[in-house]
C-alpha cells in the first residue's frame, strides 16, 4: 500500500456513459498527477495538479475528459460520453513539495462495453 | 516523450543478479536517471534514481555510465517477486516533473 487510494478499483459502463473516478493522494503532498495505462504499453501522463491548481492538461486526451482537485486534497477524473477506446486502466500519483519519487495508487480499471 | 530506449524483455534465474540495461543518448545535464517497476495488475513503484553517480538503495544499484547515455540497473538476488516490467526514465527536477514512461523491460525470473 503506497498510500494513494483510488475509487473504484473496477468500473464497467456502457458507451456513451459518463464516468467519475476519484484520487486520494498521501495527506501531505501538493502535487498530484493522472495517468492512463493501455495494454502493453507504459502509462501515459494526462495532467497534473499543484495543490489545487491544474498546471497541465494539454495532455488530456479530448474534451471528453476533464479533473478537479477542488480544495487540493483529493482529485476526480472524469470522462464523459464513454469510447469503447477509453477502455484502460486510469491511474493517479501523488508526490511532496520536496520528495523526489511519486507513488502510485492502485489504478481504476475502466471497461466500456 | 520517452527518451529511454530498453530491451522488451529479459529473463534471469532466481538467485542471479539482473542487469537491465537503457540508453538514454539524448539525457540533458540536470535530467535525472529514474527506475520505476510495475508488478502485473499494480501501479508503478519507485526503485531508485541518479543524476551522474552511482546509487545503490534497499532494493538495487544503479549505475550510469560517465558519458550518462546509458544506465544499468541491477537487482543484486533476483526473486520470483521481482517479475515486473521494468521502466527507465530520464526526469528533469523542475516544473511538473513529469514522468514520461516508455514500453519497458519485462524481466521474468526464473525459478
Known amino acids: 500500500d503506497t498510500g494513494v487510494s483510488q475509487d473504484p478499483r473496477h468500473k464497467i459502463t456502457k458507451r456513451g456513459q459518463n464516468v467519475t473516478f476519484r484520487c486520494d493522494p498521501i495527506?501531505?503532498?501538493?502535487?498530484l498527477y493522472w495517468y492512463r495505462q493501455t495494454l502493453g504499453q507504459g502509462p501515459e501522463f494526462l495532467t497534473y495538479?499543484?495543490?489545487?491548481?491544474?498546471?497541465?492538461k494539454s495532455r488530456l486526451l479530448s474534451d471528453r475528459f476533464s479533473a478537479e482537485r477542488p480544495k487540493g486534497s483529493f482529485s476526480t477524473l472524469e470522462i464523459q460520453r464513454t469510447e469503447q477506446g477509453d477502455s484502460a486502466m486510469y491511474l493517479c500519483a501523488s508526490r511532496g513539495n520536496r520528495g523526489q519519487q511519486a507513488f502510485f495508487g492502485q489504478g481504476t480499471r475502466l471497461t466500456v462495453v | 516523450d520517452a527518451k529511454t530506449t530498453q530491451p522488451p524483455s529479459m529473463d534471469c534465474a532466481e538467485g542471479r543478479a539482473a542487469n537491465l540495461p537503457c540508453n538514454h543518448s539524448?539525457?540533458?545535464?540536470?535530467?535525472?536517471v529514474y527506475w520505476y517497476r510495475q508488478i502485473h495488475s499494480q501501479g508503478p513503484q519507485y526503485i531508485i534514481h541518479?543524476?551522474?553517480n552511482n546509487e545503490t538503495n534497499e532494493m538495487a544499484s544503479l549505475i550510469i555510465t560517465e558519458d550518462r547515455k546509458s544506465s544499468t540497473l541491477i537487482l543484486p538476488h533476483a526473486t520470483l517477486r521481482d517479475t515486473a516490467v521494468y521502466y527507465c526514465i530520464v526526469r528533469v527536477e523542475t516544473g511538473a516533473n513529469n514522468l514520461f514512461f516508455g514500453t519497458g523491460t519485462r524481466l521474468t525470473v526464473i525459478p
Open positions: 495527506s501531505e503532498h501538493n502535487r
Open positions: 539524448t539525457i540533458s545535464g540536470n535530467e535525472y
Open positions: 495538479f499543484q495543490n489545487e491548481a491544474q498546471l497541465e
Open positions: 541518479g543524476l551522474k
